[in-house]
Antibody, heavy 126, light 109 residues
Framework: EVQLMESGGDMVQPGGSLRLSCAGS????????MTWVRQAPGKGLEWVAN????????YYVDSVKGRFTISRDNAQSSLFLQMNSLRAEDTAVYYC???????????????????WGQGTLVTVSS | SSELTQPPSVSVSPGQTARITCSGD??????AHWYQQKPGQAPVLVIY???ERPPGIPERFSGSSAGTTVTLAISGVQAEDEADYYC????????????FGGGTKLTVL
């Protein structure tokens, strides 16, 4: 059974830092792209960042570029999100998800997220 | 970046068919995927690649695509289907290609 479990969420002051972790099990973690998605209170889903199997390709939404860093430890089947210079607008539940990437001649690539963790709450407030 | 537009809400009586649309220019050349999210829970993938159903998802969930619009249909709607539904797509030509629609609240009357 595929399982993802996030941890590390907390309340932090603006300008502070947090490191989120996501532990994966029940699948070959080292073969999977992984993604972070967040959801602000009462709002919709927002893709935040993703990383390829090897940790070499990394992509970020513009609003977190230069502040957040995604990384992984395949030996520990773990995904991380280092969040620095946190702002009030970063307040959200952060989900990690397994990212299934397909490559197609006609459309290039396409990703969907087939398993999600339960989420961890990050609150940025003074 | 790409934009995906969903109606904020859809209401349907039990047993009827609910249809939730998602529109965006990228959908003419990209697959769409759908997620169900119930209050306080993580999203669950219900349709991928426009019309494929993951294991364990009931057959009453189906997806279709036509031009710039994709549709999630739920036939024989049950009370347990009341949830928020999000479409998602990938636009490989975009700066950051992974985008969600704004979500649709499905209410079962």
């Amino acid at each position: 059974e595929v399982q993802l479990m996030e941890s590390g969420g907390d309340m932090v002051q603006p300008g502070g830092s947090l490191r989120l972790s996501c532990a994966g099990s029940g699948f070959t973690f080292s073969s999977s792209w992984m993604t972070w998605v967040r959801q602000a209170p009462g709002k919709g889903l927002e893709w935040v960042a993703n990383i390829d199997q090897h940790g070499t390709e990394k992509y970020y939404v513009d609003s977190v570029k230069g502040r957040f860093t995604i990384s992984r430890d395949n030996a520990q089947s773990s995904l991380f999100l280092q969040m620095n210079s946190l702002r009030a607008e970063d307040t959200a539940v952060y989900y990690c998800a397994r990212d299934i990437r397909g490559y197609y001649d006609s459309i290039g690539f396409s990703d969907y997220f087939d398993y999600w963790g339960q989420g961890t709450l990050v609150t940025v407030s003074s | 970046s790409s934009e995906l537009t969903q109606p904020p809400s859809v209401s349907v009586s039990p047993g009827q068919t609910a249809r939730i649309t998602c529109s965006g220019d990228a959908l003419t050349k990209q697959y769409a995927h759908w997620y169900q999210q119930k209050p306080g829970q993580a999203p669950v993938l219900v349709i991928y690649e426009d019309s494929e159903r993951p294991p364990g998802i009931p057959e009453r969930f189906s997806g279709s695509s036509a031009g710039t619009t994709v549709t999630l249909a739920i036939s024989g709607v049950q009370a347990e289907d009341e949830a928020d539904y999000y479409c998602q797509s990938t636009d490989s030509s975009g700066t950051y290609p992974w985008v969600f629609g704004g979500g649709t609240k499905l209410t079962v009357l």
